[in-house]
């Protein structure tokens, strides 16, 4: 695997499931990001986390819980979601969040229906 | 004030032909990077090309170059030679090193279509 790689690609689920979605960075990169992208709207970045630590909380609504177990994996949990949640969500990784040349790399996306 | 402006909701080239992408950007911030990415309809955003606020030259990838003009704030995408697997939305971002750590502020985005 290369690159940065999310499961599942897409994802139903009623308001009262819970699930996660995940993310795996296999570039050697420090820093990882869920975005959140809805139709006609511009990407919205959600968290940052930077050596595992999160540094980066959007005002994301509780009912989004971000995990960074180490620097190559990225959870997004999700439970009690509203239909206006259903989205593309992309995760990036990036080497260091820090440097004026850090460039971010995305992954394909978990395109997500809330019922 | 929106810090990236992208005017054009979608544009239309004829395979070959070179097409501009404009974006115009907000930002009191000396020290900036600016981003060219390409999302193609299965979602996946791929990074094309990157400008530093301090870079001297214009930067070019293969067919990309970016019309870097820093007095008028603008960091223009131009594709050379389109091809049709070219045709996606096409969106500009952002980084001030000075803001939030991470925080890449991306435009509305231009769908460009490739004709054959």
Known sequence: ?115 | AQKITQTQPGMFVQEKEAVTLDCTYDTSDPSYGLFWYKQPSSGEMIFLIYQGSYDQQNATEGRYSLNFQKARKSANLVISASQLGDSAMYFCAMREVGGSQGNLIFGKGTKLSVKP
Not at chain 1, 38 to 45: G, I, Q, R, T
């Open chain 1, 1 to 115: 695997e290369t690159g940065v790689t999310q499961t599942p690609r897409h994802l139903v689920m009623g308001m009262t499931n819970k699930k996660s979605l995940k993310c795996e960075q296999h570039l050697g990169h420090n820093a990882m990001y869920w975005y959140k992208q809805s139709a006609k709207k511009p990407l919205e970045l959600m968290f940052v986390y930077n050596f595992k630590e999160q540094t980066e909380n959007n005002s994301v609504p509780s009912r989004f819980s971000p995990e960074c177990p180490n620097s190559s994996h990225l959870f997004l949990h999700l439970h009690t979601l509203q239909p206006e949640d259903s989205a593309l969500y992309l995760c990036a990784s990036s080497q260091d969040g820090i440097s004026s040349t850090d460039t971010q790399y995305f992954g394909p996306g978990t395109r997500l229906t809330v019922l």
